[in-house]
C-alpha cells in the first residue's frame, strides 16, 4: 500500500494528494493541473465509478480510490464533499478541503471568471477577455454591482469590493461587431 501511494507521489507533485480528502485552491493557480485525494477500498479496480459532483472523477487503483480533479475539468463552485459511487452500490465520501497559499481570480473551464477574496477584501482580476474580439467599454453586473472594464489590449479588468456579496453575477461585455459577450462571474469569499 505505502509502495502504491509513494508511486502515485513519484507521478505528481506531493503537496497535491491528500490522504481521505482532496484539498485544493478555489481555482488552478498555483501551476499544477491535477489534486487527488486517495482513500482505502478494498478492490477498488475491480468495480467502475462514477462521481457525483461534475469536474471530478473517480479513478480507481488497487486497493486505492483516487478522487481527481483537473485544471481543464475545474468547477467554477467548489463543492464541500464529492460522493464516488461504484456499480455494486458502495460509497465513498471524498471531503474537500479549500486550501491554498493565496488565491488568485482566473478564468475555469466552464469560462467562468472565479474571483476569490479573503473576508474584508476586494479582488480584482486583470487579464485577457475570454474573447479576443472584446471593444473599449465599462459594463456593471445589476445584482453584485461588480465592475468590469476593458482596457486596450484588449484587457479585462474585473473589481469586486469587500461589501460585495457571494455569488454568481456576470460582466456583460460587447465585441467588436456589437454582439453582447456575457462573463459569469462567481464571488467567493474564502472562510
Excluded at 475539468?73 to 459511487?85: D, E, M, Q
Excluded at 461588480?146 to 465585441?175: H, I, S, T, W
Excluded at 456589437?178 to 462571474?185: F, S
Aim: net charge negative; glycine share 8%.
Amino acid at each position: 500500500m505505502l509502495l502504491l501511494l509513494s508511486g502515485l507521489a513519484l507521478a505528481q507533485d506531493p503537496s497535491t494528494i491528500a490522504r481521505d480528502e482532496i484539498r485544493m485552491p478555489l481555482t488552478p493557480s498555483e501551476g499544477h493541473d491535477v489534486y487527488m485525494g486517495v482513500f482505502d477500498h478494498s478492490n477498488a479496480d475491480v468495480k467502475r465509478w462514477t462521481s457525483d459532483t461534475e469536474g471530478f472523477t473517480c479513478e480507481p487503483e488497487g486497493d486505492l480510490l483516487q478522487v481527481i480533479v483537473r485544471r481543464e475539468t475545474w468547477p467554477s463552485a467548489v463543492p464541500n464533499k464529492v460522493i464516488c459511487t461504484a456499480d455494486d452500490g458502495r460509497k465513498v465520501k471524498a471531503r474537500v478541503v479549500v486550501d491554498s497559499i493565496k488565491h488568485l481570480a482566473m478564468f475555469v473551464s466552464d469560462g467562468t471568471l472565479v474571483m476569490p477574496r479573503e473576508k474584508g477584501n476586494a479582488s480584482i482580476f486583470t487579464g485577457p477577455p475570454p474573447e479576443e474580439n472584446i471593444v473599449v467599454q465599462t459594463g456593471k453586473t445589476g445584482s453584485l454591482s461588480v465592475r468590469c472594464e476593458v482596457r486596450p489590449g484588449p484587457e479585462l479588468r474585473v473589481v469586486v469590493e469587500p461589501e460585495n456579496e457571494d455569488g454568481l453575477g456576470q460582466c456583460a461585455l460587447q465585441d467588436n461587431n456589437g454582439t453582447m459577450v456575457r462573463v459569469p462571474v462567481r464571488i467567493v469569499t474564502i472562510k
